[in-house]
Structure formats: structure tokens, C-alpha cells
């Protein structure tokens, strides 16, 4: 059976490679019509009083959305912006515009399902239906060796059986052609950060990468990790770096927002492996991908436990709430320079590095003491790659309430910055008044501890107050 019309409702999936809802519509329907929902509840602040979505994400998603228009108008298609509740516009805009379906891909948490549910039931009630696809991840569940509810909670079980008994399925096609309704104007325009509510991100020049939103240039970074550089024969070696555009592939930006497919990266490093070269560091970034896909998973299995304080685990931990020390680690003045450089690259970038977020999330958690559902709320708010899941499970794991909880995934600071960060360049680069300090120079890792700079005779308290937080800390 053929639709007359229906609509594809873009949501985490701004792309027109390997995306199934849009083939899926264009397979069941004559005419098919592209929608994007601006909805004000992704623009609200949070009860931390945090933008939801801060500018470098925002500004991220408009050229997504810019590209995708483009790329939709090549196709002899466009597409239409509507302002609200995706579950009441797209309702109202269908019955306007005699939809008979609405196509659109499945999200995984609590928020998002419930638009999902409702967008089923005011459909219902006009007669319209509503068909969703499973396409964020490498494996599809179905294909899964085990059903969501019996997941394994270790990650390295589910990785080892899904490698041996699951298949990553095919790519779906780039439409050339997209057939759309000769009479529909084009409705409602890309918002500008402003009408947003939001001011522009200005980005530091001393960011690792200058992150710019869509599927064409999703595709070109892909094209120089692989193809141009070969970056991704080095991968594991490199991927725990803190500086530079290559150290790790910096494709979660386009993955987040579905610029990138998952599985068209996958497709692409096995085709590297063939024509180029297939080595340990090949693989470990499909291994990372599948972290991603657990975390989906997980979350999936989990339901709204992974915003609750005791994640997934028995409630048995107090945490702070205390917001003069959360401010002291958001704005980066804890005093520890190694923390304090990770949040201002966070808060003046977007981005941050695996290695910082794990520390600097494991430092809120675990030696502050603090409120961890606070850190991982201070990211959603502030990372340019915001992906729920893989944000609030990482969290959830970091602070010991996730999967396979352990004590042993405390960092230690001083070591940390020995291994990682040996000379100090990446605290220099975003601590630049620590060099100012007359007769400091960040030269020895171990010398990165409160403790040890007051051992050089340095007060920061007194000498620096903008660059230290005071009051009884860890
Ligand atoms: C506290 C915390 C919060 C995080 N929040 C997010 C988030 O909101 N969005 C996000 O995409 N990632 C998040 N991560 C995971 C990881 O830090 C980023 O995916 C990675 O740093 C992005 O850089 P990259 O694309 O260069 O990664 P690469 O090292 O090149 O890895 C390739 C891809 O694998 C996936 N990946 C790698 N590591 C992880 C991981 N630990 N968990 C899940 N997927 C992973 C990502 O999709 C990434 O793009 C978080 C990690 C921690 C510790």
C-alpha cells in the first residue's frame, strides 16, 4: 500500500545518506514532505538555570539544518520548518496539507518518547499514521544476540557476543530524486541564535577544531581522517590526546545530530581496511562506535533510571548540592589547573576531549562529592556533541551508579596529568595566566595539585583569586 503524502520528520537524523525513515517514506509514498520542528522545549533553561541547548550546539544545529535544506533542494524537494510541539504541528500541518503518514526515527529517552507517544495518539485521532525506524546505532536491536530487557550490563560481554553473532546491515541509498507536493510553499525559516534566545557562540581561536554543522561537512571530516591524513591509522595511539584536530576523530558532533550514519562511517573504515591499511587502531574505532551503541542500548533497557541520581544502581550514595562549588568546577576556578583548563576549552569550545571529560566528571563526582546528575546536566547544556545517552550513561559510569560500577575508576589527578599532558602545554594553552605568575612555569606534571603550588610558594588564593576556589573543597 501506497500513501498519497506523507511526512519525513527530521529529528536526530539530518542527513540524506543511509537514513531509513526517509527511504521508508519515499518506498510507501507518492509524494513525501520534509519537516524539521523548532521546539521550544529544547530552548527552555533547566532547573540548574542552564541553557537546555547552549549557543555552540544551537549554532551547530542551524547549519545542519541550513545544509540539509540545500541538500533537500537539489532533490527538487525543501524543507518546512514549523514552530512548536512536534506532537501538535506536525498534526495540525498534516491535516492542512492531507498527510497521510508521518515517518520519523525512534528516539530512546524519556522526553523524547513521550512526544513520540503523543505524536501516536493526535495522529490516531485524525486518522493519520505515524511509522518509526531504529537508525542511530551500528547494530539494529532486532539484530542483537539478546533481547533489550536481558542486556548485558558488562560492557566487554555485550561487545564480544555482538561481534560474533550480529551483522551490521546494508547501507540504504542516497535519494536523487525526492518527490514533493508542486503546490507547497516553503513554510517558516531557519531561526537565527537570536530569535533563539541565545548569543552568538564565538568560538576561542584555540579551539581543536572548527566545528561546523551538517552532512556535507560530516562527510568531508570523514573523507580527511580516512582518506586524506590516514589519522585513523594512528587512532589508538593518539585518541587519549588533549590538543590538536587528529588526535581522535572529533566525529561526534555530526554523529549527535544524525549527520553522520554510524554505519556509513563503519562502511567506510572497512573500506580503508581493504584498499589501505587494517591494523589495531582501525578497529578501535569501530570499538569505540559500539561503546556508543551500548549506551543507546543500555539507556533503552534503563528508561528514565539513568536521570536519577542512583543511576542504575541501589540508592546508598549522599551527594551535594552545593552551588558554590559547582560553580567553582563549571566556570573552571577550582584551583586544580587540570581541571580548570578542561572547563574553559568546554565552556569556550564546545568540545572537550574523552580524557577531560572523564576527569573532570570524576572530579565532580567523586572528589567533590557533588550532585553528579548537575555535571552531567552542565554538559548537556554546554557540548557542541550533546548525544543524551552516551552523555548521562557516560556520567552514570564515571560516578559508579552505572554499569559495572568499580572503585578503581577514581582518577588520580596528579598521575593523570604526568601521562597525559607531561609538559603542561595543554594547561598553559588554557590557563594562560598560570604562566603569568611570576617564576611559575608548568614544567612538572606533578606540580599540577593545589597542594604542590602552595609547595612552590605560590598562593592562589591570595595572590590569584580569580584563579582559585576557596572554601572547604575535597
Ligand atoms: C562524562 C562524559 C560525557 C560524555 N558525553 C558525551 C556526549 O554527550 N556525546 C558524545 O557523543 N559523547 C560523549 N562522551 C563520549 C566521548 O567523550 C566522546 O564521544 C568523544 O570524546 C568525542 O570525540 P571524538 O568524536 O573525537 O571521539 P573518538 O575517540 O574519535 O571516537 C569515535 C566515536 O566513538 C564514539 N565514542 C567514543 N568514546 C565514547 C564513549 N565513551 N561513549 C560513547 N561513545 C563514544 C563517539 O561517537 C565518537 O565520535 C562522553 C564521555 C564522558 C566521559
Same mark, same amino acid.
Given at each position: 500500500? %501506497?500513501?498519497?503524502?506523507?511526512?519525513?520528520?527530521?529529528?536526530?537524523?539530518l542527513?540524506?545518506?543511509? #537514513?531509513?525513515m526517509?527511504?521508508q517514506?519515499l518506498?510507501?509514498?507518492?509524494?513525501?514532505?520534509?519537516?524539521f520542528? @523548532?521546539?521550544?522545549?529544547?530552548?527552555?533553561?533547566?532547573?540548574?538555570?542552564?541553557?537546555?541547548?547552549g549557543?555552540?550546539?544551537?549554532?551547530?544545529?542551524?547549519e545542519?539544518?541550513?545544509?540539509?535544506? +540545500?541538500?533537500?533542494?537539489?532533490?527538487g524537494?525543501?524543507?518546512?520548518?514549523?514552530?512548536?510541539?512536534?506532537?501538535?504541528? !506536525?498534526?495540525?500541518?498534516?491535516?492542512?496539507n492531507?498527510?497521510?503518514?508521518i515517518f520519523?526515527?525512534?528516539?530512546?529517552?524519556?522526553?523524547? %518518547?513521550?512526544?513520540?507517544?503523543?505524536?501516536?495518539? #493526535?495522529?490516531?485521532k485524525?486518522?493519520?499514521?505515524?511509522?518509526?525506524?531504529?537508525?542511530?546505532?551500528?547494530?539494529?536491536?532486532?539484530?542483537?544476540p539478546?533481547? @533489550?530487557?536481558?542486556?548485558?550490563?558488562?560492557?566487554?560481554?555485550?561487545?564480544?557476543?555482538?561481534? %560474533?553473532?550480529?551483522?551490521?546491515?546494508?547501507?540504504?541509498?542516497?535519494?536523487?530524486?525526492?518527490?514533493?507536493?508542486?503546490?507547497?510553499?516553503?513554510?517558516?525559516?531557519?531561526?537565527?541564535?537570536?530569535? !533563539?534566545?541565545?548569543?552568538?557562540?564565538?568560538p576561542?581561536? +584555540?579551539?581543536?577544531?572548527?566545528?561546523?554543522?551538517?552532512?556535507?561537512?560530516? !562527510?568531508?571530516?570523514?573523507?580527511?581522517?580516512?582518506?586524506?591524513t590516514?589519522? @585513523?591509522?594512528?587512532?589508538?595511539?593518539?585518541?587519549?590526546?588533549?590538543?590538536?584536530?587528529?588526535?581522535?576523530? +572529533?566525529?561526534?558532533?555530526?554523529?549527535?545530530?544524525?549527520?553522520?550514519?554510524?554505519?556509513?562511517?563503519?562502511?567506510? @573504515?572497512?573500506?580503508y581496511?581493504?584498499?589501505?591499511? %587494517?591494523?589495531?587502531?582501525?578497529?578501535?574505532?569501530?570499538?569505540e562506535?559500539?561503546?556508543?551503541?551500548?549506551?543507546?542500548?543500555?539507556?533503552?533497557?534503563?528508561?528514565?533510571?539513568?536521570f536519577?541520581?542512583?543511576?542504575?544502581?541501589?540508592?546508598?550514595?549522599?551527594?551535594?548540592?552545593?552551588?558554590?562549588?559547582?560553580?567553582?568546577?563549571?566556570?573552571?576556578?577550582?584551583?586544580?589547573?587540570?581541571?580548570?583548563?578542561?572547563?574553559?576549552?568546554?565552556?569556550?569550545?564546545?568540545?572537550?576531549?574523552?580524557?577531560?571529560?572523564?576527569?573532570?566528571?570524576?572530579?565532580l563526582? #567523586?572528589?567533590?562529592?557533588?550532585?553528579?546528575?548537575?555535571?552531567?546536566?552542565?554538559?548537556?547544556?554546554?557540548?557542541?556533541?550533546?548525544?543524551?545517552?552516551?552523555?548521562?550513561?557516560?556520567?552514570?559510569y564515571?560516578a559508579?551508579?552505572?554499569?559495572?560500577?568499580r572503585?578503581?575508576r577514581?582518577?588520580?589527578l596528579?598521575?593523570?596529568?604526568k601521562?597525559?599532558?607531561?609538559?603542561?602545554?595543554?594547561?598553559?594553552?588554557?590557563?594562560?595566566?598560570?604562566?603569568?605568575?611570576p617564576?611559575?612555569?608548568?614544567?612538572?606534571?606533578?606540580?599540577?595539585?593545589?597542594?604542590?603550588?602552595?609547595?612552590?610558594?605560590?598562593?592562589?588564593?591570595?595572590?590569584?583569586?580569580? !584563579?582559585?576556589?576557596?572554601?572547604?573543597?575535597?
Amino acid at each position: 500500500m %501506497k500513501y498519497k503524502r506523507a511526512i519525513c520528520w527530521f529529528r536526530n537524523d539530518l542527513r540524506l545518506h543511509d #537514513n531509513e525513515m526517509l527511504a521508508q517514506a519515499l518506498r510507501h509514498s507518492e509524494e513525501v514532505i520534509p519537516v524539521f520542528c @523548532i521546539d521550544p522545549r529544547s530552548f527552555q533553561r533547566t532547573p540548574l538555570n542552564l541553557e537546555k541547548t547552549g549557543p555552540f550546539r544551537a549554532n551547530f544545529i542551524r547549519e545542519s539544518l541550513i545544509d540539509l535544506e +540545500k541538500s533537500l533542494q537539489s532533490t527538487g524537494a525543501d524543507l518546512i520548518l514549523l514552530n512548536g510541539h512536534p506532537e501538535e504541528v !506536525l498534526v495540525t500541518f498534516a491535516e492542512q496539507n492531507q498527510v497521510a503518514a508521518i515517518f520519523f526515527s525512534e528516539e530512546v529517552t524519556y522526553e523524547e %518518547k513521550q512526544v513520540e507517544k503523543a505524536l501516536y495518539l #493526535n495522529g490516531k485521532k485524525k486518522g493519520i499514521a505515524t511509522q518509526s525506524y531504529w537508525q542511530a546505532t551500528l547494530f539494529h536491536p532486532e539484530d542483537l544476540p539478546f533481547p @533489550i530487557p536481558r542486556l548485558p550490563e558488562i560492557f566487554t560481554t555485550f561487545r564480544k557476543a555482538c561481534e %560474533k553473532e550480529s551483522v551490521i546491515r546494508q547501507l540504504f541509498p542516497t535519494p536523487v530524486t525526492i518527490p514533493f507536493p508542486a503546490e507547497l510553499k516553503s513554510t517558516g525559516t531557519i531561526p537565527s541564535l537570536g530569535e !533563539l534566545g541565545l548569543e552568538s557562540p564565538n568560538p576561542s581561536e +584555540k579551539a581543536v577544531l572548527s566545528f561546523m554543522g551538517g552532512e556535507t561537512q560530516g !562527510l568531508k571530516r570523514v573523507e580527511h581522517y580516512l582518506w586524506e591524513t590516514d589519522a @585513523i591509522a594512528r587512532y589508538k595511539q593518539t585518541r587519549n590526546g588533549l590538543t590538536g584536530a587528529d588526535y581522535s576523530s +572529533k566525529f561526534s558532533p555530526w554523529l549527535a545530530v544524525g549527520s553522520l550514519s554510524p554505519r556509513w562511517i563503519y562502511a567506510e @573504515i572497512r573500506k580503508y581496511e581493504k584498499e589501505v591499511e %587494517k591494523n589495531d587502531s582501525t578497529y578501535w574505532l569501530i570499538f569505540e562506535l559500539i561503546w556508543r551503541d551500548y549506551f543507546r542500548f543500555i539507556s533503552k533497557k534503563h528508561g528514565d533510571r539513568i536521570f536519577k541520581r542512583s543511576g542504575i544502581q541501589p540508592e546508598t550514595r549522599v551527594w551535594k548540592q552545593d552551588n558554590l562549588l559547582f560553580n567553582a568546577w563549571a566556570t573552571g576556578m577550582t584551583g586544580i589547573p587540570f581541571i580548570d583548563a578542561n572547563m574553559r576549552e568546554l565552556n569556550q569550545t564546545g568540545f572537550m576531549s574523552n580524557r577531560g571529560r572523564q576527569l573532570v566528571a570524576s572530579f565532580l563526582a #567523586n572528589d567533590m562529592g557533588l550532585d553528579w546528575t548537575w555535571g552531567a546536566a552542565y554538559f548537556e547544556s554546554k557540548l557542541i556533541d550533546y548525544d543524551v545517552c552516551s552523555n548521562w550513561a557516560n556520567w552514570m559510569y564515571v560516578a559508579g551508579v552505572g554499569n559495572d560500577p568499580r572503585s578503581d575508576r577514581y582518577f588520580n589527578l596528579t598521575t593523570q596529568a604526568k601521562n597525559y599532558d607531561p609538559d603542561g602545554d595543554y594547561v598553559r594553552q588554557w590557563l594562560p595566566e598560570l604562566s603569568a605568575i611570576p617564576g611559575f612555569r608548568i614544567h612538572r606534571p606533578d606540580l599540577m595539585a593545589k597542594s604542590d603550588l602552595s609547595a612552590l610558594g605560590i598562593n592562589l588564593g591570595t595572590d590569584y583569586p580569580h !584563579l582559585v576556589f576557596k572554601p572547604k573543597i575535597w
